[in-house]
C-alpha cells in the first residue's frame, strides 16, 4: 500500500529541507507531520463510482441527445460528504487569511472583517429573500439598499450611485460605459482615455475593453501625474481620464481638483480608481475633487470579506452629469414605500440609463455586511478608520525607511501604503526573495512588483486594523529579512523553507502549465 | 543592416525597407523570465509609438511599441513554443516582428547602439 501524498512533500528532500528549527525525526508513513497534514488531491481520493448523496435512479424515456449522448465516463470523483469536507478543511489550514495574522498586501485593504457584519447578514429576512420576490414583500431589503446608497452618496459627495457591479472592475467597467453613454448621447465620437502610470493595471484594460485607445500619462519624479503632460494631451479626442487617488505609490494625487477641471473643461470625464478609500474616506468627498465616477470596494474599505473570503460588490458613484446615465435596477424610495426601477419603468424618468450589467441588484450580502460597517462606526468612526490607516502606514514607512529604499519617503508622508524598491539588495537578491522570506516569518507577503514604475516594487498596506504590537512584529520581521538581502544570506534565496511546499517554478508554471490530472498509471504498474 | 533603438526598449534593424523588431537584451533583464509573447497580426497596420506587441514574464505584463509605423510581414511563432528566446537570444532568435516601412523619415531619432548603451547608463 503507498502512502496518500503521491504529488506533494517530501520524504525524499531529506534532512536538510526538514527546517532549521530542529533534527531530522525521520519522514512519517502519511507525509503528515503533526497537525501539518499532507493532503492529496481530490481526484486521488475521490472514486468515480461514490457519491455524497443518494440519488434515486433515473429512467430516460426518450434520448433526445441524438449522437450527443456522451459515450464515456466523465470520472469525475465521487467522495463522501466527510471526506469533502475534511479535504477542504486541510487544505485550509495551509492558507493565509486576514482571520490569522496582518495581512499586508498593497492596494487591497485587507482589514478585518467584523463578525457583527456576519451576523446580521444572516438575518433571515436579508439571508433568505429571493431577487424576484414581490417588491412588497422585500422591503426591509430595498430599504438597506437604499440607505447604504445614502451613506455611499453622502461620503463621495456624488449625485447617484450604482450599486449592481459586482467588484472593482467591473465598477470601472460601470463608470466607463456611463462615461461612453454620456458622449453618445451628446454626439460625441471620442475615442481616447487617458491612464496614468500610477493608476490600478485594470484602469487601461477596462479602457481597452470599452473600445477606447488607451494612452498612458507619465508619473512625476514625485511619483505623482505630471499635471502638464496630461493637460497638454487633452483634446477634442479624449473622452476622459482615469486616475487612481491615492494612487498605487500610496500617495494623494494633490492636484486633483487641476486635473478634473483641466479636463473638464476639454470635454472630457473624470474616473477615479476609488480602490484606496480606504485612505480618505470620512476626510475627502471625491466629489468635491471634481470626480464623475468612481467605484468603492465594499470587500475593501467596508470590510466585507475578499481574496477567496467572499464575492467582491463595487457600487459606483456618479455625478450629476453622469447619473441619467446609470444601470439597471436600482432602488427608488416613494414616501416610506421602495420601488424597483426596471426596463419597465425606466422609460419614464431614467430613459438614458446605458442598461443592465447583472441580472438583479447586486451583493446583497455585502450590502448587509457593509452598512452594519458604516453604522456601527458612524461618521466619526469612518473617519478615524482613514486616519487610522494612513498613521499605520506612515509607521511602516518610517520604521523601515532606513533598512529599505522608500523612493517617495522623503516626498513626505505616505497615505494608506508604504512603498519599497529592491535597490539596495545585494547581487543577484530581489523582491521576490524577501516577499518568499516573509513566508517562512509566518505573514502573506505584500503586494510585489507594482507598482511598475518602481524598480522591484514592494507595496505594503496594513490598514487600520493593526495594533502597534502586531505592527513592531511585523516591522522586526521585515527589517531581518531586508538585513538578510542584503547581506545575500544564501537561505534566503532558497526561501520559503517552512511552508507545505517550498520555492515553485514560476517561470516553468506559466510556461508549461499542468492544467490536467493524469492518473499514476506507471507507479501502479510497478507494484 | 542598420540597428536603432528606442528608449522603450525596442531595437529594429532595417535592410532597406524591410525592418526586424525586437525587444532589448536591457529590456528583458529586467522583465525577467518570459512566459508569454502576443504577436502583432501579419498584414496588421502600426504606428510609430503605438502597441504592436505584448510581453508577459512573471513579473509583469507589458507592451511593445511598433519603433516605426509600417505593415506586419512576419511575427516569430517560435515564441509562442519558446518564449524564453526572448530572454536566451533577444537581439537574435527572439526576435517579434517583421514589417515593410511607411516612412524611412521616421528612423530619425531613434538612438544608436552607442546612444542606446549610453542611454541604459544614465537609468
Known amino acids: 500500500m503507498s502512502a496518500i501524498n503521491q504529488s506533494g512533500w517530501r520524504p525524499e528532500m531529506g534532512p536538510a529541507e526538514m527546517g532549521q528549527a530542529g533534527h531530522d525525526a525521520g519522514a512519517t508513513f502519511t507525509g503528515n507531520r503533526a497537525l501539518m497534514l499532507e493532503e492529496p488531491l481530490l481526484f486521488e481520493i475521490g472514486r468515480p463510482d461514490a457519491s455524497g448523496v443518494d440519488l434515486p435512479e433515473t429512467v430516460l424515456m426518450e434520448n433526445r441527445l441524438g449522437g450527443m449522448m456522451r459515450a464515456a465516463q466523465v470520472d469525475l470523483p465521487g467522495l463522501s460528504e466527510p471526506e469533502t469536507v475534511r479535504h477542504y478543511t486541510r487544505l485550509s489550514r495551509q492558507n493565509y487569511a486576514i482571520d490569522l495574522g496582518l495581512f499586508p498586501l498593497g492596494s487591497c485593504t485587507m482589514k478585518h472583517n467584523p463578525r457583527l457584519n456576519e451576523k446580521m447578514a444572516r438575518l433571515p429576512g436579508f439571508a433568505d429573500i429571493h431577487p424576484l420576490q414581490p417588491v412588497q414583500s422585500v422591503q426591509g431589503a430595498l430599504g438597506l439598499i437604499h440607505e447604504l446608497a445614502e451613506w455611499l452618496k453622502t461620503l463621495t459627495g456624488m449625485a447617484a450611485v450604482a450599486m449592481s457591479p459586482k467588484a472593482g472592475a467591473h465598477g470601472e467597467l460601470c463608470g466607463l460605459l456611463a462615461i461612453r453613454a454620456a458622449h453618445d448621447a451628446a454626439g460625441s465620437d471620442r475615442s481616447v482615455i487617458l491612464v496614468p502610470e500610477s493608476a490600478h493595471g485594470t484602469n487601461p484594460a477596462t479602457a481597452a475593453f470599452c473600445g477606447y485607445k488607451v494612452e498612458n500619462i507619465p508619473a512625476t519624479a514625485e511619483g505623482r501625474v505630471d499635471l502638464a503632460a496630461l493637460v497638454s494631451r487633452l483634446g477634442p479626442d479624449v473622452a476622459g481620464v482615469m486616475i487612481t487617488n491615492p494612487n498605487t505609490c500610496g500617495l494623494f494625487e494633490r492636484d486633483m481638483k487641476k486635473i478634473s477641471d483641466a479636463v473638464h473643461a476639454a470635454g472630457g470625464y473624470v474616473y477615479c480608481d476609488g480602490a484606496n478609500f480606504n485612505a480618505i474616506v470620512g476626510r475627502v468627498r471625491p466629489g468635491d475633487l471634481g470626480i464623475d465616477a468612481m467605484h468603492i470596494n465594499l470587500h475593501k474599505t467596508f470590510s466585507t470579506p475578499h481574496g477567496g473570503g467572499g464575492p467582491g460588490s463595487g457600487p459606483v458613484v456618479l455625478s450629476a452629469a453622469l447619473a441619467p446615465y446609470a444601470p439597471l435596477p436600482f432602488v427608488e424610495r416613494h414616501g416610506d414605500r421602495y420601488e424597483l426601477v426596471e426596463e419597465e419603468t425606466a422609460g419614464e424618468h431614467h430613459a438614458g440609463t446605458f442598461g443592465r450589467m447583472v441580472a438583479f441588484h447586486g451583493q446583497m450580502g455585502m450590502f448587509t455586511r457593509a452598512l452594519t460597517y458604516i453604522l456601527s462606526h458612524g461618521a466619526d ?44 539588495f545585494a547581487e543577484g537578491f530581489s523582491t521576490l526573495d524577501l516577499a518568499k522570506g516573509l513566508i517562512d516569518e509566518g505573514y502573506h507577503p505584500m503586494t510585489v512588483y507594482f507598482p511598475l514604475v518602481v524598480h522591484g516594487a514592494m507595496l505594503m498596506e496594513p490598514t487600520e486594523t493593526e495594533s502597534k504590537a502586531a505592527l513592531d512584529q511585523f516591522i522586526g520581521a521585515i527589517r531581518s529579512l531586508a538585513v538578510r538581502a542584503k547581506a545575500g544570506d544564501p537561505l534566503l534565496k532558497s526561501a520559503p523553507h517552512f511552508a507545505p511546499r517550498r520555492r515553485l517554478d514560476e517561470t516553468q508554471a506559466a510556461r508549461k502549465p499542468v492544467l490536467i490530472w493524469q492518473p499514476p498509471l506507471v507507479a501502479e504498474a510497478a507494484e | 543592416m542598420t540597428r536603432y533603438f528606442t528608449d522603450e526598449h525596442e531595437w529594429i534593424d532595417v535592410d532597406g525597407g524591410q525592418a526586424t523588431v525586437g525587444i532589448t537584451d536591457y529590456a528583458q533583464g529586467q522583465l525577467g523570465d518570459i512566459v508569454f509573447v502576443e504577436l502583432p497580426a501579419i498584414g496588421a497596420a502600426v504606428t510609430k509609438g503605438g502597441e504592436a506587441a505584448v510581453v508577459e514574464s512573471v513579473k509583469a505584463a507589458s507592451d511593445v511599441y511598433a519603433p516605426v509605423s509600417g505593415t506586419v510581414t512576419a511575427a516569430n511563432d517560435a515564441l509562442g513554443d519558446d518564449p524564453s528566446l526572448v530572454n536566451s537570444a533577444p537581439e537574435g532568435e527572439g526576435w517579434f516582428f517583421k514589417l515593410t516601412l511607411a516612412d524611412a523619415g521616421e528612423l530619425e531619432g531613434l538612438m544608436d547602439a552607442a546612444a542606446y548603451q549610453a542611454f541604459v547608463a544614465s537609468l
Open chain 1, 381 to 424: 468612526g469612518l473617519r478615524q478608520v482613514a486616519e487610522d490607516a494612513v498613521l499605520n502606514a506612515n509607521y511602516l514607512l518610517r520604521s523601515l525607511d532606513d533598512v529599505l529604499v522608500a523612493p517617495f519617503g522623503a516626498t513626505g508622508p505616505c497615505m494608506h501604503e508604504a512603498l519599497f524598491s529592491d535597490d539596495n
